[in-house]
């Protein structure tokens, strides 16, 4: 009887050792004249953690990638039905992740948490998804993972209400800032994509975002040894005409319109998929085989698109293959979010409107080409995430963009313009 009670005498000191630790902490610190304080260090090791949590996520979807990557041509069919019947598997055995409905509602109507229980259903199945070829991104997997991560360090700290909600945005901003290299950018969308209507909402949480993203990021670039300029190599743009302004509320009508196309193509997929009472991994067996048939006729679909968008810009391609690229990549989008396939949007649909850009330029040679895809980018993506501030200063960071005015005009436009009903469900009016 000896040897339990010491193990329990064990485990009641080391409660009382943490529970005093956590007391310390909620003390002010004492003779520091600046606003530096311990909450300082909570946002930047939430970083580190995000940064450290992007890094081995993004190692390992290059090595699945890579995998997978082998198999082309008709073989391609087959490899994304089974990584499709797979991702269906975790999904139904381990749990429904959600997908970015889910995030926001959690942040908004569920006192700020994300819950970590759900972080093994998310990596895997986005890990199948994302590197089989699928037209999402990692960014959706990323945001929820590294949230989740400070939601459970805020509760280890026995934060509550705002406080809570603001360590998991800051881990959402996080994991948003590693992949796309851009901390302002990152921490604004973490805050944009929970807006309400016109208003953007948990503007407190605005500094623990940024200190978060800023280590993020630079832990994610040690561990990946990134660069620090743009990774999309699109022709410099310098401002030649003063109707610029004007032609980038053109494109960007223009792009916003597909951006309409790509929400009631999904909307209407999703209904169809909806009427199907079959089990999930029934849905995603479905959605492979057509994404892999997509992916055997036009091969530049597959994937995300992170790669491809500079593949897309440094080769001379027909108009008809353009188009034809635009109108399946839409479908491929579609395809993918309504069948159960888990990643995020973003990338794809900054692809899209890439695209678009190359289409409008062979229509009109007279337009200035980066202007042309820059804005296009910029609007589609505003439309359907409504994210104006945050696409225009993401765009300018990754394209290298700097008079990212213009940039502005085309995601207000598309802000503006985008259905009254929006993409994202939680992004409506509060119950």
Known sequence: ??????????????????????????????????????????????????????????????????????????????????????????????????????????????????????NPSMILSSLLCVGSGGSLGPEAPLVQVTGSTGTWLGKMLRLKGEELRSVSIAGMASGFTALFGAPLGGSLFSLEILHHKHAAEYYQAIIPALVASCFSYLIFALIMHLGLGPIWDLPAYVMEDKFDFAYAVLFGIVATLFGWIFIYCTKFLKSLFGKLLLPIYYKTLIGGIILGIIAFYYPLTRYFGHHEINELLLNESSLKFLGAILIFKIIAIAVTVTSGWRGGFIIPLFFVGATLGLIIHQIFPSTNLPLAIVTSMAAINACVTRTPISTTILLSTLTGFTYFIPILFASLTGYFLAPRIPFISSQMDKF
């Open 1 to 118: 009887m000896r040897p339990k009670r010491t193990e329990a005498a064990v485990k009641i000191k080391t409660r009382r050792k943490l529970i005093t630790y956590l007391d310390v902490l909620d003390q002010p610190l004492k003779f520091n004249p600046f606003l530096f304080s311990r909450t300082f260090l909570l946002w930047a090791v939430l970083g580190v953690a995000g940064g450290i949590i992007s890094g081995v996520y993004w190692i390992t979807l290059e090595m699945i990638m890579h995998a997978l990557a082998v198999f082309e041509g008709w073989q391609v069919i087959p490899t994304m039905a089974i990584a499709g019947l797979l991702a269906g598997f975790v999904i139904h055995f381990i749990g429904d992740p959600g997908e970015i409905h889910l995030i926001v509602n959690n942040i908004r109507f569920n006192k700020g948490e994300l819950e970590p229980k759900n």
